[in-house]
């Protein structure tokens, strides 16, 4: 009986790897296979980001709020124009770009799925100049270019509803009531759980992508050592909550200082 089960159990897993959609995340080339789709995922991300942001309170600094809208602009740009050099011009579409500076004294920032980036005022103290912004916001926008939030879904899809695929759970088109309780149960509740609870290896990845589309934009990758730094002193000091689960200072920047000569290439400043 335990070796029926466990056949079944290992059929319903390669139905649903053999339904997904395999791709290869940006930069890196990582393969990654997904269950669920983008209009799913955008659907889903969508409607939780505007309930943010009609409970949010908009800073009141106009100097600063200019600032972020502007470095997430850069960023935005440099993104669009990689994906279109690189032969992924489909994927422009998936992205509505908007910038947001909210006031919230948390050390913090999250991008959603389609380009929606809030950044917490309480963050600006730690980063201190635009550059330094770029590397936060590249890191933040990298976890929606590399559709990591669809992944998480996914893994957790095959984990919770593995069996449900034999019913065609993973199939429905739209964003269906299984669907929806799955990003409850795989992301949590309200907008910022779409750029939190990644795994460790998905963290890496972000830092990654995020440092090179820093310098694409012209922003100086070096700079992320010093910022990493600072926001490894807040942490000591208890004052940040950004990253709290990724991976730990040291190694976040030893791992920038071995992306750094490939981030340098794609710098054009001085």
């Known amino acids: 009986m335990r070796s029926i089960k466990s056949f079944i159990v290992a059929a319903a897993a390669a139905l649903l790897v053999g339904c997904g959609t ?8 990582r393969k990654q296979n997904l269950l669920v789709s983008d209009q799913q995922i955008l ?15 908009p800073s009141s600094n106009a100097a600063q709020t200019a600032m972020v809208k502007r470095v997430g602009q850069r960023l935005a740009t440099a993104v669009v124009n990689y994906l279109n050099a690189n032969g992924l011009g489909n994927e422009v579409a ?22 929606k980036i809030v950044v917490y005022d309480g963050l600006l103290p730690v980063t201190q100049d635009e550059a330094s912004l770029a590397i936060v916001l590249g890191h933040e926008i ?16 095959k984990q919770q ?9 993973a199939s429905a088109a739209g964003v269906s009531s299984d669907l929806t309780q799955l990003g409850t149960a795989a992301l949590g509740v309200g907008a910022e759980a779409w750029s939190s609870g990644f795994s460790r290896s998905q963290e890496s990845e972000a830092d990654h992508i995020g440092l090179i589309f820093a310098a694409m934009a012209g922003y100086d990758p070096r700079v992320a050592v010093t910022f990493w730094q600072r926001m490894a002193a807040a942490s000591t000091g208890g004052g940040s909550s950004i990253f709290s689960d990724h991976p730990s200072d040291a190694k976040r920047i030893k791992q920038i200082q071995g992306w750094m000569p490939e981030a340098l290439k794609y710098y054009k400043g001085k």
Do not use: D
């Not at 395999?22 to 080339?29: S, Y």
């Not at 659907?43 to 309170?57: N, P, R």
């Not at 992205?95 to 999250?110: G, I, T």
């Not at 990298?142 to 899809?157: D, F, P």
């Open 43 to 57: 659907s889903l991300s969508g409607q939780q980001y505007k309930e943010y942001m009609q409970k949010a309170k």
């Open 22 to 29: 395999t791709t290869h995340v940006p930069v890196t080339g």
């Open 161 to 169: 509803y593995g069996m449900s695929i034999l019913s065609g759970v």
């Open 142 to 157: 990298a976890h929606a270019v590399a559709k990591h939030s669809a992944e998480r879904m996914s893994n957790a899809y």
């Open 94 to 115: 998936n992205y509505q770009w908007e910038f947001n500076l909210v006031e919230n004294k948390s050390v913090n920032a999250f991008c959603m799925p389609g380009g």
